[in-house]
Structures are given as C-alpha cells and as structure tokens.
C-alpha cells in the first residue's frame, strides 16, 4: 500500500520552500515593523551608577527609550526560575533590563526602538551607562574558591548541591581490590545555531490582542509567560514559532528579555516592533553549556568490573539560573551510561560565575556525564593493561536485564529505567564498522608514514521523549485534506515530513493530501516543547493516536453509510472500503463531509450534508449523544517516564608529530532509536549530531578571560567545524523498539553530539599516550602537553615503550 | 537634528529584473536584498563574512552580501535564491539541478545556511566544465567557506556531487 509511509526515507515536505528562499524566518516578518536594539553591559561584574540618553534624544528616527525604571508590574519583578527543584537551594535570575546590577558581559541594560535598526544602534551608541566595576568570577575553580562571589549574599557561589545515591559508595571502594581517583575538565561551547533569536510583536488595539513570532523552542510556554508578565489574558495573546533556522536547546529557554520587552514596547507604543539578534548579541546574550570540572573516583576488580562509582561535579551554571538544574541532573544520572554500577554516588555542586547562563545545548549535560563515565573506563583498561572494548563489555547491562532500573531520579522526577536496549550488541556492531581489531596493524602502518594513530570508543544512553505530554490533533476536511497540528515546534527535525508520514500510515491517506503545522498557538495551545529528543516520541505518538480517533470516527460513520461493520472496512489511499469488495467504498473526504450536518449549504460538498440532503432518522438527534461534529480527534501522548536509546561511537585519529594537528580518519557511529519514521532524517541527525561533537571536542571553547570578557565573540574566533573539519562518518543501525509507546520510537535528535568528546580524548590518548584529562584540546595544547614534563604517560604507552611503567 | 545618512539611488538588474532603491550609502547589500527589495531569500548569520548564509551572485561571482554596501552594486546583476529557479513553458517552475539535488540527498535541515550553499554551488558549477570529473577536494573546496550547523556537511557534499551528475546529463 502506497499510503503506508511510516519507516520509508520520504524527501521532506519543507524543502520545497526552504531551497526557493521562501522560508519565512523570524527577520522575515514584518518589513514595516520598528526596530530594537540594546545596550549591554561590557562589563561581567559592576553596579550601575547612572544611564545617561541626553545625547541620543536627538538622533532622528527614535522612537523610545526604555531602562528598568520603565517596567511597572511583573516586568519589574525577576525573570522566571522556570524549572524550581528543591536542591536549588539559591536560585538567581536577571531581570528584563538590569536592575542596579549587572552580572556577565551581555546583560541587557537598555532597550532602544527606532524606525530601523542602523538607526536604534546609532541612539545605543550615544546613551552613557556609567558602572562601578566589582570583583569578577570567571571559571569553575574560582567559582569554588569563592575568594568573591557573584551575587552578594550567597558567598559560597554555590546555586544547588544535587546529590543521588544508590547505596553507601564509601565502604564498597574501601572493600574494592582496586580504584582510581583523578579529575578532568570540559570547556564551555553553544548551540549557535545560524539563525540567532528573534521577536516581533504586533497589538491590535481594536481588539486587545497581541500576536508574537519568536524564534523559538516552546511558543505554547512564550505565550503563558508572556500574558504573565504583561498581565494579559491567554486567549488574548497568539504566538508563533515561524520557519526556526536552528535551535539545538538555545531557543527552549524563555521567556528571554526579549520575547517580554519587545511586546510589551508593541503595546506601549501601538505599533509593530521586531528584534532580530546579531551575532555578537548570541555570543554574549544568550546562552552557553558544558563547563565543568569532575572528581572521579572508582573502585573495580582485577578484570576491570565496577563496584563502585563516586563523582563530584562542579557545574558552570552562568550568572543566573532560569533553567533550574536540569544539566547537572541529566549529567549525573547519564553518567552510567549502558552499564552496571552495583554502587553509585554522585554529587553536583552548580556555580554562578560573572559569564553567561549555562541552559543545555544538545546533549544537555550528556557529553559531560559520557566523558565522565567512558574516561574511567579507559583508566581502568589502562590500568589493568586490559583492551578498553572488553573492559566496556564486562560492564554492560544484558539484553535480559530490561527493564533496567539504575534506582536514579530523572530530569523529570521519574525514575532513571531502562525499558530496551542490546547494548553488547551495539558493542560488537561497533568494533566491527571502525575496525577495532585491526588497531595495531593501522598504529604500525601510520608510523611508518611518521604518525601518531590512535582508536577511541565511547558509548552511551541517552533518556529521550520525557514528559509530561504533548498533544496532537488530526482533521479531515471535506476537501480531503487533512490538518494535523501539534504545540511543540520545529527548527530543522522535519516534523512536517515526519508526522505526515505517521497520519499517511495510521489513516491510510496519501501524504500529499496531510497538511502540518507545528509550533503555532493558534491551532494548537497546549505542548511542552521541542528538547530532550522528545518531539517524534512525544508529538509523534499523540498525533498517531489522534489519527486513529479520526480513523475510528470515520469507519463508524462509513459503516452506516456502506451498511457494514466498522471492523470490516479499511482505508486505503483516502478511501474507505469494505475489506475484500471493491466497489463498495466512500472517500474519506465524503465521510468528513457527512459528519457535521449542516443547515447552510456554501459550496458543492456541503450541499450534501444539509439536513434536507439526506435521510435522517427522525428518532434520533443529528448529532448523537456524546458525539461531536466533524471529522477531528484531538489527543495526548503523556509516558510514564522517558524511553532511552543508546549508541556507540569510536574514532581512529592520526596526529602529525611536526604540528600535531589532529586528524580524524575514521568515525564510526552505531545508533538505536527503536523504531524509526524516516531513517533519513534520522541519519541527518546523527551527522549532524556528530559535527557538534567534533567540534566540541577539537575546536569550540568559548574563551573568556579573567575579566569575564568573551574574547573569541565571533565566527571568526569561535571555530565551530566547516565541511573540511567534519570526518566521513560510517553509519550502522540497530532496532530495539521502546515497549512504552504505541509508536515504539525513542529520541533520535541530540544522540549524534553525545560520545564525541569522550571517544576523541580517548583516541587522542592512545595516539600520544599521554593522559588527556581536558576537553576540547587544540594541536597548540597538545604539543604543550606532550611536551611538559608534568604531563602523565599511560601505562599502556609505558608498555608499548616496553619501559615496563606499571606493565 | 540631520540623519547622519547620506542617500543614494541605485539600478541594479535582481535576478534579471532591473530595480531601483534609494538606500543609505551605509546600508548593506544584504540588508538592501531582504529589506529594500524584500528578497528575504538571502539570509544573514553572522554580518561578518564568515558564514556565508548572505551569499549572493554579483556579476557572476559569489559574494558576500553582509560584507558589501548596497551602493557598490550600482549597475551589477545581482542573483540570490530566488532568482535560481526558472519558469518553465507553461508558467511552472523548474529547479535548479543544485535545489533538486538537495532535497534529494536531504542537504538541509533548519534551511537558513541552504541559501547561501545554494549559490555558492550554483556559481561553482557553473564556472566550471561540467564534462569533467568533480573530484572531492573540489567540492570541499567549493563548500569549504560556509557554516551550516545542523547537517554535518555529509549530505551537502553528496548533492554536490549529484547536481554535477544531473548538469553533465543535461549538457551530454
Ligand atoms: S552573514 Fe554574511 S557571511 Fe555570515
Ligand atoms: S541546515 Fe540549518 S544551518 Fe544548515
């Protein structure tokens, strides 16, 4: 059957629009719209003294001027703590404009409007912000030394202390044949999706209502925030996620200052007001993650077995923390990755420091928690002198330990279980697609040619489509198109496509005839959002079950028509048939049609449903009891906790000992995602996934200095990967379908970006044989690492110098 | 109080129709495409000449829009993405074989780097004989100079290679 699309590599709907440069992208929107811009702090740490603008009251073309002593109400309240967990002990936000006090580089001050932006950067130029610099704290380290702070009264700079255990750690280390304790960092980098944030608002003042694009992750949860602030009732606020030119987790957070400042001047000033972000604004103004530093200690046995795992994590949180703790908790409770720890404590001290706020970027606190977790595996095999893939494989959770409960607490508040997985089964994939046992053979074979090679592997799991629900909604209209709609939103997953294919399949229609919509108020008002790897999970499911509601509608309807049972019939290709007799058969579109009764007849196909047009039972109400008309269903996927796919990556790198630059030859990646909708798309993700990876791994830190400035603001300085730097990537699949949803699909999006780091730093150290104990590493460190002479030597490149060091 | 501006009133054939705009001389080529004619096709990712989203084709040569002045294309042929499709006999539109070739391979995600591989591809290949083989430092090559974040590039490459298969068909 053709309309049984569902697993099938279907060429995306958006495309067709997307590659005529007929998106429509939030800096699309509103050509006659005035423009904003801010002023912002240039410094990470200061008191604000005084804000001068006489010099900017004459620049012709300005509109308003707004500081915080314009915001009234809510707005001059604190930005939400949208994410309160009660380990948040201390819990800071920023407000819409500073208020007295400014806390990194990039906090906006003031919010300039003019007929267009040259004109409101000329006004933000000529306003004079006058600061008292204080101390600043840059860093995880300082952070914890704590000799200033970055909010007054929490001296300490500790926001939260998260801690979850599985048992009493101490007394198992102390009882383990062996243990190892070392600490490693990992640097800053952003999602920097190429499209920066972006508002516009318009009043309609006739009517009271507002209407926001944003270039967001989460509209349903703008629009409450923003009726919140601007003491606006919901029905009387729309907004819309327009065409979203990437997000990667930036965009989930909300309400920014903007997206509350830029309506509220629309109201104020009755007329239609847009910002659209510059990259520099993005580098200092939004938001960064993966700093941290980690105290790891574990005990095992002489064949390399965990018994015990103790970790300590000092979090980067930024100057504020609007996005709760979730990092750390999804680094701390993926940390264990695809194995079994018998006893696991892990303690996260999240930090401020004077830079910007840490909310996650794909991955969200996994990369961390996997190069946590896959480095003292390395250390262990190191140790013991054990093959760092078998090492891995005594530890692996078994196919029949499922569901697996790793007695943790998820970002969601639900249980950290497992419910499918083959992770040996990853494994073996693994070795096999990168050539793991060839390694010496390939190590020999490049220094012949005067390299460095060197094989890493990491592996993980990944809790994808957490809570708590989304919601879908499918209709039939009597054109025959169908509209499906769902709250989250899209930035590049090809929801249109994807969910298409899944209404195609379910209601046996040809996808041509499926219209989605993702992301808008309008047409759908309740959603969560688009994070977590959770919108074909989540939406994916709600929208499958909605289009069975419409399916059962219509087979009933159908079957009083065609004089049949429901179960008898079938649709195939927009048509609804007797199983087995041709013939007999009535269009969906028809059926829709007969489903709401009318009393008015506008066109062809309503004439057919007019109360005159057809025979009705005369007993009986045209709409039956507890029925409704037309042909929608609405309905919601809502999990009992998240569902967790897994992989497994490695990399073969070869370095070049005259300018150890770092080449990555090989990389190879094995995915699980249970079922998949469009293998497509998800292979797109995993590339995609990939480069971020690398990136983070060799290229992306976002360099700040001791005075809190962001030296590397820039495209030009902040190296994310051109297509020169991204290696070939050699993909192989793997299907353990989730048993929680009806789909038995699991999160496909962030996976990609996850073991990059740790896989790479692995490689890295086999190649050189030198610890590598911070991430990301340039060749300019490398060499000054191989060269320092406190830098540790591996045992296993001891012993391959045959120097005996712990052979 | 006098704008600091100074105006200018600038011909420039866009996608082979002849336009005129009044802009301020310091008013972008990128801003002047998207907000003066409303080709909102070209985008802007960073307005420092390194992402390459904004490239445009000026005189048929790939460009950076963000880091040109609207006024220095005064008399040139500007193409952007809309420009890169043709009507066909009936009014219809034909892709061009890089906009076929990247939905096909699935070269795009998010969409707003897509314009500027569009044109910068389009220009490559079409500087260059297509009877002979393209090699893959060449299209490394010729996508090397833009970002995208949401593919990886793998995808990208491949459509390269497929439009320079489907432009040989087509000259052959
Ligand atoms: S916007 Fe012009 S190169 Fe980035
Ligand atoms: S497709 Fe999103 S940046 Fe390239």
């Known amino acids: 059957m053709t309309t049984k699309l569902f697993g099938e590599p279907v060429r995306r709907r958006e495309d067709q629009r997307l590659i005529t440069g007929k998106g429509r992208y939030l800096d699309d929107i509103g050509h006659t719209a005035l423009a904003a811009a801010f002023v912002r702090s240039p410094h990470a740490h200061a008191r604000i003294v005084s804000i001068d603008v006489d010099e900017a009251l004459d620049v012709e073309g300005l509109v308003a001027i707004y500081t915080y002593e314009d915001l009234t109400g809510p707005m001059a309240e604190p930005l939400p703590v949208l994410i309160p967990h009660p380990q948040l002990h201390s819990p800071r936000t920023g407000f819409p404009l500073a208020n007295g006090e400014v806390n990194h580089v990039g906090e906006p001050v003031v919010m300039v409007v003019a007929t267009d932006r040259y004109v409101a950067e000329d006004v933000c130029d000529r306003i004079v912000v006058t600061y008292e610099e204080l101390p600043v704290v840059v860093g995880v380290d300082a952070a914890r030394a704590a000799q200033h702070a970055v909010h007054e009264e929490i001296p300490d700079n500790i926001a939260a202390r998260h801690h979850q255990e599985t048992g009493d750690v101490e007394p198992v280390l102390a009882a383990s044949p062996r243990a190892l304790s070392f600490t490693q960092y990992i640097e800053r980098s952003a999602c920097m999706p190429m499209e920066g944030k972006g508002v516009h608002a318009k009043w309609d003042a006739d009517d009271s209502s507002l209407r926001v694009y944003t270039s967001t992750q989460a509209s349903t949860s703008v629009r409450a925030a923003i009726a919140a602030k601007l003491d606006l009732s919901l029905d009387k606020v729309e907004v819309i996620a327009p065409d979203v030119g990437g997000g990667f987790g930036v965009k989930i957070v909300h309400p920014w200052p903007e997206e509350l400042l830029v309506p509220m001047a629309a109201i104020a000033l009755g007329r239609e007001v847009k910002w659209a972000e510059d990259r520099r604004e993005h580098f200092i103004g939004s938001a960064h993650e993966r700093q941290q530093r980690q105290e790891i200690t574990v005990g095992y046995d002489d064949d390399g077995r965990i018994t015990a795992l103790d970790v300590h994590i000092w979090h980067d949180n930024g100057a504020y923390t609007p996005y709760g703790i979730i990092v750390p908790i999804v680094t701390a409770t993926q940390l264990v990755g695809p194995y079994a720890i018998p006893v696991y404590r892990v303690i996260v001290e999240s930090v401020f420091t004077n830079t910007v706020i840490v909310t996650p970027y794909r991955g969200a606190g996994r990369p961390q928690g996997c190069y946590a977790m896959e480095r003292t595996m390395d250390r262990i095999a190191d140790e013991l002198g054990l093959d760092r893939a078998l090492v891995r494989e005594r530890n692996l959770i078994q196919p029949d330990q499922f569901p697996y409960d790793h007695h943790l607490t998820f970002q969601d508040g639900r249980p950290v279980i497992y419910d499918s997985g083959d992770y040996p089964g990853l494994l073996v994939k693994l070795k096999d697609l990168v050539g793991w046992d060839e390694a010496s053979r390939l190590r020999s074979d490049a220094e012949a040619r005067g390299k460095l090679l060197g094989v890493g592997m990491a592996l993980y799991v990944e809790g994808t489509g957490p809570g708590p629900y989304e919601g879908g909604h499918v209709q039939v209209l009597g054109s025959g198109k169908v509209l499906v709609s769902t709250g989250l939103t899209s930035q590049g997953q090809g929801h249109e496509t994807a969910f298409a294919q899944i209404v195609a399949s379910e209601l046996g229609v040809p996808i041509e005839d499926v219209e989605v919509t993702t992301g808008d108020t309008r047409r759908f008002g309740y959603a969560v959002g688009t994070f977590a790897s959770r919108a074909a999970v989540m939406s994916g499911n709600a929208i499958a079950l909605a289009a069975r509601g419409v399916r059962e509608k219509a087979l009933r309807i159908a079957a009083d028509v065609l004089e049949a049972e429901p179960a008898d019939l079938e649709i195939d290709e927009g048509l609804v048939q007797v199983k087995g007799v041709p013939g007999t058969s009535i269009p969906l579109r028809t059926v829709a049609v007969l489903s709401n009764p009318l009393r008015y007849a506008f066109d062809e196909a309503a004439r057919q449903a007019t109360q005159f047009a057809k025979p009705g039972d005369d007993d009986k109400p045209p709409i039956a009891e507890g029925d409704a008309p037309g042909l929608e269903h609405r309905d919601y996927y809502s999990p009992i906790r998240s569902t967790f796919a897994s992989g497994a990556h490695a990399a073969i790198v070869e370095i070049d000992p005259a300018t150890w630059e770092i080449d990555v030859v090989k990389y190879a990646v094995v995915h699980d995602c249970g079922n998949v909708v469009n293998p497509m798309i998800v292979e797109g993700q995993v590339h995609g996934g990939v480069a971020q990876g690398v990136g983070g791994a060799l290229y992306e830190r976002m360099a700040y200095d001791a005075d809190g400035q962001l030296q590397n603001a820039s495209f030009m300085d902040f190296l994310m990967p051109y297509a020169s730097e991204v290696p070939d990537i050699d993909i192989d699949h793997q299907q353990t379908p989730s048993p929680l949803n009806p789909l038995g699909i699991k999160g496909a999006g962030e996976a990609g970006v996850i073991p990059g780091t740790a896989a790479l730093a692995s490689a890295i150290e086999d190649a050189v044989g030198r610890r590598i104990a911070s991430m990301p590493i340039s060749p300019t460190e490398l060499y000054d690492l191989v060269r320092s002479p406190d830098s540790e030597m591996t045992a296993t490149a001891g012993r391959r110098a045959g120097t005996g060091v712990m052979a | ?172």
């Open chain 2, 1 to 172: 109080m006098t704008s600091i501006d100074t105006e200018r009133t600038i011909t420039v054939t866009v996608n082979g129709v002849p336009r005129e705009a009044t802009v301020p001389v310091r008013r972008l080529l990128s801003d002047a495409l998207r907000h003066d004619l409303g080709l909102t096709g070209t985008h802007v990712g960073c307005e420092h000449g390194v992402c390459g989203a904004c490239t445009v084709v000026v005189d048929g040569a790939p460009v950076r829009s963000c880091l040109m002045l609207a006024v220095q294309v005064d008399g040139a042929e500007v193409r952007t993405v809309e420009g890169l499709a043709r009507e066909d006999h009936q009014g219809g539109q034909v892709l061009h074989p890089v906009q076929e070739a990247f939905r096909e391979c699935h070269a795009l995600q998010c969409g707003f780097c897509t314009p500027g591989f569009l044109m910068t591809i389009a220009a490559g290949l079409e500087a260059r004989d297509n009877a002979e083989e393209l090699t893959e430092d060449e299209v490394e090559d010729m996508v090397g100079g833009n970002l995208c974040r949401c593919t990886g590039y793998a995808n990208i490459k491949k459509a390269v290679h497929h439009a320079a298969a489907a432009m040989k068909d087509a000259d052959a």
